[in-house]
């Protein structure tokens, strides 16, 4: 079955500051989607990333994906307080819904 | 749209007691499933459904029930509640082509004691 494994675990910046997070698969990526979870609320999907070297951005936070790495990362400008939560990547793949989601890195913002 | 709604927010139960979560999504999503998050574990699939009369386990099923009568409602149920239990579920829905692009329900905290 496939893991995905997040580093890091946990992060604490100062408002203002870049970030990146990492999501690393145990298989072949064939498709890579990163959520956002607010304390004590449900997940919220953020973006797809589903070929190698593809890169989107919603507001300041820009995901890339490397198929050959097997790998995402999940990059924050100018982090911002309304940023702080657990960030989540899923994979899914074949022909079922199914999606496999690491366990998450919770971000902290400092004002 | 009131997208996925889930009840009870909060509930305790005592072990042996058997309960139900109810799920409910107005998108008209066929596929429906439940998750359990617990700290260091991530979210993890108990049961899913592509369809109204379709059930499947997911990861870690043993404990639990689903059946799906309709399209928008997709309830849990919890047998006999053990300690292990204790979690916060969420119920999620998709549909295709966008099947892995999930709306999630805001969760309930289960407490067994």
């Known amino acids: 079955s496939q893991e995905l494994e997040q580093s890091p675990q946990s992060l604490i910046v100062q408002e203002g500051k870049n970030l990146t997070i990492n999501c690393t698969s145990s298989k072949t990526l064939y498709g890579l989607y990163w959520y956002k979870q607010k304390y004590g609320e449900g997940l919220i999907f953020l973006m797809m990333l589903q070929k190698g070297g593809e890169e989107k951005s919603h507001e300041k936070i820009t995901a890339k994906l490397d198929e050959k790495k097997q790998q995402s990362s999940l990059h924050i400008t100018a982090s911002q307080p309304s940023h702080a939560g657990i960030y989540l990547c899923?994979?899914?793949?074949?022909?079922?819904?199914?999606?496999?989601f690491g366990k998450g890195t919770l971000l902290t913002v400092n004002p | 749209n009131a997208g996925v709604t889930q009840t009870p927010k909060f509930q305790v139960l005592k072990t042996g007691q058997s309960m139900t979560l109810q799920c409910a999504q107005d998108m008209n999503h066929e596929y429906m499933s439940w998750y359990r998050q617990d700290p260091g574990m991530g979210l993890r699939l108990i049961h899913y459904s592509v369809g109204a009369g379709i059930t499947d386990q997911g990861e870690v099923p043993n404990g639990y029930n689903v059946s799906r009568s309709t399209t928008e409602d997709f309830p849990l149920r919890l047998l006999s509640a053990a300690p292990s239990q204790t979690s916060v579920y969420f119920c999620?829905?998709?549909?295709?082509?966008?099947?892995?692009?999930?709306?999630f329900g805001p969760g309930t905290r289960l407490t067994v004691t």
């Open positions: 899923g994979a899914g793949g074949g022909s079922n819904y199914k999606l496999t």
């Open positions: 999620a829905s998709s549909s295709w082509p966008k099947r892995y692009e999930q709306y």
